[in-house]
């Protein structure tokens, strides 16, 4: 990818607002590329990760959970931050099994994405997950879920249908749908 040099903006400083559990908040004043002044706030996020587990007959393993911000419940795939230090697949493996009660015989990672380009650093990784095993669940326990397994094509028409309209989800199952594309045998 090519980024011309005439679009980057420049810190002068940074300053912090919040600082919280999960996330921290920053105000920055930055020079504009063409030399004038602006303030950037921005939230700084340790990352995430993100899982399709696919059984093998195809069905995927969904949670339904309520999402206090815009008072909803919604589908979403598997996911959790990343705890500092941690990588990403050891992560993605702690987040499958603490909220599905599902273990991965084999975790590929997929590919990643920024979720909120305009006022926060957070990535996502993602990963499907395969050959899998059911084993006993602990989610945290601030954390209520239910996981759901149904047809990965259900999944997909619930895309669709905008009955899931999770950013995260959407855009995993539809890289899910690519990379199973390009790996059936």
């Known amino acids: 990818m090519h980024f011309t040099l005439k679009l980057v903006e420049r810190t002068l400083e940074s300053n912090p607002v919040f600082s919280g559990v999960l996330l921290h908040v920053n105000r920055d004043q930055v020079i504009l590329p063409n030399g004038s002044n602006a303030v950037r706030e921005w939230i700084k996020h340790p990352g995430a990760c993100a899982v399709v587990p696919f059984f093998d007959n195809g069905d995927v393993m969904l949670l339904k959970q309520y999402r206090y911000p815009v008072k909803q419940l919604f589908w979403e795939v598997p996911a959790g931050k990343i705890d500092q230090g941690e990588p990403p697949e050891v992560t993605a493996e702690r987040e499958l099994q603490e909220e599905t009660g599902v273990k991965a015989g084999e975790l590929h990672y997929i590919g990643h ?21 059911i084993v006993a669940s602990n989610a945290d326990e601030d954390e209520f879920v239910e996981p759901v397994r149904i047809s990965f094509d259900e999944a997909l028409r619930m895309v669709d249908s905008g009955e899931i309209n999770d950013g995260k989800t959407v855009i995993c199952l539809l890289r899910a749908k690519s990379w199973l594309e390009k790996n059936k045998k």
């Open 113 to 133: 994405f920024y979720p909120c380009i305009g006022y926060s650093d957070e990535v996502i990784h993602i990963y499907t997950a395969t050959d899998l095993t």
